[in-house]
């Protein structure tokens, strides 16, 4: 089946999409809005693709074969400034991100980010760099496996299932997706009735693997600072913790620095670098019963200020 991207009416109206201007999809995945965004692109217009995962990359080299106007970078978009470096670009027009695990990925059992399938304990979404959940969990102790349980998943039974984990993996290594399953099935005194009873505890094992409130944050700041002026940055978040993240964010660049009144700011430090462009907006109708992965999607755009 064909990924459908959320939100993609929505993003490229965010986008505010010059015919002839340069754009990056920070999250390329299988390329639907790179290809929208190229769509309504004219012959001097641009996209460039981050994403760290090595199947992601191999679509978008192919994209890049049909398309000259779009480059591919293996690469997570907390390097954003050394990407663009190395593509000898300094500043874009616009800047999509679209957070969290792809389809694809969820629909792939090798890559171990789904608990409806079994597959290997995986979850990186760069599967040839750095540590595997199974390698983690090998080898994290039961507060830290318990604590991003609780900050990530909001797993109530954190503590109760990481300590099932710790005394699963002396008997035997836990290697796939349904060997968790099952040890955090049983963990649990009750299950939510309609909710999978391992969903939290994917969901905050492959945000801790892949670090992803981390690269976010360090995307954000970066990816301001190359923005030209009047350039929009649109982010699609799934998950209150980067929703509540890209909020503030864009509350803060949106304000002028708090500071003593008695020593003024020179106007490049007290001019916000942003400016709100619209509230949060999350899909239609329409879009909820052809796509149910729109269900906790929040879109959020804002601008970079002119200059004065």
């Known amino acids: 089946m064909e990924h459908a991207p959320v939100l993609l009416s929505e993003a490229l109206d965010g986008l505010h999409l010059q015919t002839g201007g340069c754009y990056v999809d920070c999250t390329f995945g299988r390329g639907g809005h790179s290809r929208a965004i190229l769509k309504a692109l004219g012959p001097s217009g641009r996209v460039i693709g981050f994403d760290r995962d090595p199947d992601a990359v191999t679509v978008g080299q192919a994209l890049s074969q049909e398309d000259p106007r779009f480059s591919i970078l293996h690469l997570p978009f907390s390097q954003f400034r050394a990407g663009l470096a190395s593509l000898g670009i300094d500043a874009v027009d616009g800047v ?14 090798a890559r171990g980010f789904s608990f409806q399938s079994d597959g290997p304990l995986d979850m990186r979404m760069d599967p040839t760099r750095d540590q595997s959940a199974a390698d983690w969990l090998g080898v994290a102790d039961e507060e830290e496996i318990a604590q991003v349980l609780w900050v990530f998943g909001e797993e109530r039974y954190a503590r109760r299932i990481a300590r099932a984990i710790c005394t699963a993996r002396l008997q035997a290594p836990l290697q796939t997706t349904q060997a968790l399953v099952e040890v955090v099935r049983t963990a649990q005194p009750r299950i939510d009735p309609g909710k999978h009873p391992a969903t939290r505890t994917f969901q905050a094992i492959r945000m801790h693997i892949n670090r992803e409130l981390g690269e976010l944050e360090d ?27 890209v909020k503030r ?18 106007d490049s430090v007290a001019t916000p670098k942003l400016r709100l462009v619209s509230k949060a907006i999350k899909a239609g109708p329409a879009e909820l019963t052809s ?10 755009v804002a601008a970079r200020r002119e200059a004065a």
């Not at 964010?249 to 020179?266: E, I, N, Q, T, V």
């Not at 149910?292 to 959020?300: E, G």
Request: aromatic share 4%; glycine share 8%.
């Open 96 to 109: 999509l991100m679209d957070l969290g695990v792809s389809s694809p990925q969820l629909d792939t059992p």
């Open 219 to 245: 995307a954000l700041g970066a990816i301001v600072e190359q923005l030209a002026p009047g350039g929009r940055l649109v982010v699609i978040s799934f998950h209150s913790l980067e929703d509540r993240l």
């Open 249 to 266: 964010f864009f509350r803060d660049a949106s304000r002028p620095p708090a500071g003593d009144p008695r020593m003024p700011l020179p």
């Open 291 to 300: 796509n149910p992965r729109a269900r906790s999607a929040v879109l959020r």
